[in-house]
């Protein structure tokens, strides 16, 4: 989201604006602390359509890229539970400029379904002084084509709730209701320590945020490492939605923020719990199958030119690691509680070959 957000300018001109985040490329703050914008287009897509967009299959396009933490969840929940044929997916390629996400990898640049060459389109469609972020995941209304919403973290909850009459048959429950409270204040400290802690460190404005950040991310860690010793899963003897929050940055963590955003204190692979965790994860379906190693790398190395100003994307790191058992089978749990497993990939979304971990030599490519 942020870390990859943009403010649209007014229709009819591509002017950035002054503040950091409206400049290519610029992401830090000078003798600040990094601050997230939390203001997203919070309508939502309900199963009675009470805020006037009701639950339809085929109505609407989640936009993604899977370069991006925050949208790769929502790849992780539809996939999860199997919502493929109610709600199609548009995948922006890993870069963008001052305006925003594009279809670039699309034919012609433009989305198939949509028709247009950027999700900014959408956005101003929606409101033409559109003042925020022009972030990814985003749900648009295909007839009209107009974004619904980019609130990331309730889209994943109503997909869950309100999206259940198009479930696949055995999907998981990922928000199960007797759980809710604790999945909600465990995602709550994961997203202010982990999630957002690391880029608190990467787009710290000196050096004591940067030292507080980074204080505050492996404390965040240490937590989670001791949470995790003896349950396989934050909450639970299931996958929940909890999971799906912490997964997505730790799958980055080696490839990105131990050294982009210079969390290195210690790499993912040399926190043994969530090494194992996060790998017991990555190997269950509806995980590592919707991650782009090459996509994040371009992503953060590429567009962050304040803190990368050369654009060079590291060939490391290894990658061969994540297929290695993990052995947290020992700890018990099923992941998909009384559900099945996701079938394969559909075919045209799948994560380009030689973009995952099948060998090492991926790692540069």
Same mark, same amino acid.
């Given at each position: 989201m942020d870390d990859t957000t943009t403010s649209a300018p007014s229709a009819g001109t591509?002017?950035? @604006?002054?503040? &950091?985040?409206?400049?290519?490329? #610029?992401?830090?703050?000078? +003798?600040?602390d990094y601050d997230r914008?939390?203001?997203? !287009?919070?309508?939502? !897509?309900? &199963? $009675? @359509?009470?805020? @006037?967009?009701?639950?339809?299959?085929?109505r609407y396009r989640l936009v993604v890229s899977r370069a991006c933490p925050w949208a790769s969840r929502a790849v992780i929940v539809r996939r999860l539970l199997g919502l493929e044929d109610?709600?199609?997916m548009g995948v922006c390629g890993p870069t963008h400029d001052e305006r925003s996400w594009t279809f670039d990898l699309d034919p012609g640049g433009v989305d198939p379904v949509l028709g247009i060459p950027r999700i900014r389109d959408a956005y101003l469609r929606r409101d033409p002084e559109y003042p925020r972020g022009i972030t990814v995941p985003a749900i648009v209304d295909v007839p009209s084509g107009m974004v619904v919403t980019n609130d990331f973290a309730r889209m994943t909850l109503d997909l869950e709730t309100e999206w259940t009459a198009y479930h696949r048959p055995g999907a998981p429950d990922l928000y199960p209701d007797a759980l809710r409270d604790e999945i909600d204040e465990v995602a709550q400290r994961v997203y202010t320590e982990v999630n957002n802690g690391v880029y608190r460190c990467g787009f710290a404005g000196s050096q004591r945020?940067? /030292?507080? *950040?980074?204080?505050?991310?492996?404390? @965040?860690? $240490?937590?989670?490492? /001791?949470?995790? &010793?003896?349950?396989?899963?934050?909450v639970g003897d299931t996958i929940t939605e909890a999971d799906v929050r912490l =997964?997505?940055?730790?799958?980055? =963590?080696? &490839?990105?923020?131990? +050294?982009h =955003?210079?969390?290195n204190r210690s790499k993912l692979t040399e926190m043994p719990v969530l090494w194992a965790y996060a790998r017991d994860l990555f190997q269950t379906p509806g995980f590592g199958d919707t991650v782009d190693f #090459?996509? #994040?790398?371009?992503?953060?190395? /590429?567009?962050?030119?304040? !803190?990368?100003?050369?654009g060079i994307v590291p060939r490391g790191p290894l990658l061969a690691g994540w297929l290695t058992p993990h052995g947290r089978e020992a700890l018990g749990g099923r992941p998909f509680g009384d559900g099945t497993p996701p079938g394969p990939v559909r075919q045209g979304e799948r994560v380009? *070959?030689?973009? +995952?971990?099948? +060998?090492d030599d991926e790692a540069g490519e």
């Open positions: 591509d002017v950035p @604006g002054t503040a &950091a985040h409206d400049r290519p490329g #610029v992401y830090v703050t000078p +003798g600040a914008d939390t203001r997203y !287009i919070t309508t939502r !897509i309900t &199963a $009675d @359509g009470r805020d @006037g967009w009701p639950v339809q299959p085929g109610a709600l199609s945020s940067y /030292e507080r *950040a980074y204080d505050r991310l492996f404390a @965040g860690l $240490d937590w989670l490492s /001791e949470r995790l &010793a003896d349950r396989r899963y934050l =997964f997505t940055t730790l799958v980055r =963590f080696d &490839a990105v923020y131990h +050294g =955003f210079k969390c #090459v996509h #994040v790398k371009q992503h953060y190395y /590429e567009v962050h030119r304040d !803190i990368n100003p050369s380009p *070959a030689g973009h +995952g971990p099948a +060998g």
